[in-house]
């Protein structure tokens, strides 16, 4: 059992976030970066990782297996891109499949152009594993004081025939800006947006307990059909002392979809659309160190909920913590 984090920056990773749960997995990964052989070499160093876990207990198919790899290249010193693969299946009351229908499940450039069959159940039925197809990449600009730009794209049930689809309400985004040096080198500010698909993390239901390990979220914490707006405003005026203000809002949104083939094209329209849940939060914290050896840590924050749980109620959230850390 041990945590992983495939996220550009903390607060982000849509496959496996940064404050993931840990997984019950074997995992091969190369001990160092390597650099691929004849033209690929441009692509810079590179590291990749494989990962097969158990998820364990779930309200929905208990024990089903992740497979997971990811590659990760830096052809310049400023620039990181990388590609991640998920394949989530499997578990107690799982359709059967053929060797060679999960081998070619594990092959996303093979599977994504296949014809899959979604709702004729007079035919068999190829769906039934989860499969997740994204991009990550971080880009450092001197030019304009060190300013980073992150982001990762998420596909979910990757089909060609569907590429419009894959990249709106089947896929999800994040964005974030770094800005290092705001005014003075001890102010800094980041900027972030996600988007989650109506289909992320799910499956269209058919895999309704999501991508989960002992009932914990291993992607993103705002989980399907969601957005979230927020910014960091950060103040360091030496290396003793930090101090920070987040706050963001976030959008939850529910609707009843009703999934139709069209001559082989599913479609989803809605059939019913609730009220946005709302939330806004605001957290302050403060860091002091003393030496290497000594640090306290306070924190404190608010969050309001409007619409909660889609039932026209009202919620509030607070949270304060405390810690003293000694470090050796």
Avoid: C
């Amino acid at each position: 059992r041990e945590q992983l984090a495939w996220a550009q920056h903390v607060g982000d990773g849509l496959f496996i976030a940064s404050d993931a749960p840990a997984l019950d997995q074997v995992s091969l990964a190369s001990d160092a970066p390597f650099s691929l052989p004849g033209l690929l070499r441009a692509l810079g160093p590179t590291s990749a990782t494989l990962v097969v876990a158990n998820l364990g207990r779930s309200n929905a198919r208990e024990y089903s297996t992740l497979l997971a790899y990811k590659v990760s290249m830096r052809p310049t010193s400023t620039v990181e891109i990388g590609g991640t693969f998920m394949n989530h299946f499997g578990g107690v009351g799982s359709r059967g499949a053929s060797k060679l229908d999960r081998l070619v499940d594990f092959l996303p450039f093979i599977d994504v152009f296949r014809k899959h069959n979604y709702t004729d159940t007079t035919r068999t039925l190829d769906v039934e594993s989860d499969k997740l197809l994204g991009v990550d990449g971080r880009v450092r600009i001197a030019a304009l004081g060190g300013v980073i730009v992150a982001g990762e794209l998420l596909a979910d049930d990757i089909d060609a025939h569907r590429l419009r689809t894959m990249l709106t309400w089947d896929g999800s985004q994040t964005v974030r800006l770094v800005f290092p040096d705001l005014v003075t080198s001890a102010l800094s500010l980041e900027l972030n947006a996600k988007h989650t698909g109506i289909r992320t993390y799910t499956h269209n239901g058919q895999m309704a307990n999501g991508i989960t390990t002992r009932g914990r979220l291993i992607g993103d914490e705002l989980g399907p059909d969601a957005k979230q707006f927020g910014a960091t405003l950060s103040w360091m005026p030496d290396a003793s002392r930090t101090f920070a203000l987040t706050g963001y809002s976030a959008i939850y949104s529910k609707v009843d979809y009703a999934p139709t083939d069209v001559s082989g094209v599913l479609t989803m329209p809605k059939a019913r659309v609730y009220p946005n849940e709302l939330r806004d939060a605001l957290v302050a914290s403060i860091v002091v160190r003393r030496g290497e050896l000594l640090s306290l840590r306070a924190r404190a924050g608010a969050e309001r909920t409007r619409n909660y749980a889609f039932d026209g109620g009202r919620r509030e959230d607070y949270v304060a913590a405390l810690a003293l850390q000694f470090a050796r």
